[in-house]
């Protein structure tokens, strides 16, 4: 989600809140933001920031890292849901080299129902 900070000076009121009609027409219903607020959503965006570098975080293709799982067949190995705590205390296992981290509750969330969405077939 982008934020941008700035001062703007306006003559008029009228000015002013014709800026904010415009302002506010982005974030409409059907706006990107909208697009993008799906909890799996937010979870592929997370896979992709912080895991795509080692992990294969789509449907297809192979782990950047040969060491690291691709997502889509964690549930061949163990539950997906089985992340849930460490995720929340922070990883510390996984290929040699991970790098460790710790999400909040709403991004854990976020993640494995992306994770579980993308599963190989059994």
Known sequence: MSKFCFEVRFGSLPVFAAFTMVLSACAAPGSHETEIATPQLRGQAIAESLCAGCHATGRTGASPHPEALPFRRISSHYPVRSL?????????????DMPPFQLEPTQIDELLSYIEAIQDPV
């Open 84 to 96: 849930e705590e460490a995720l929340g205390e922070g990883i510390l296992v996984g290929h040699p």
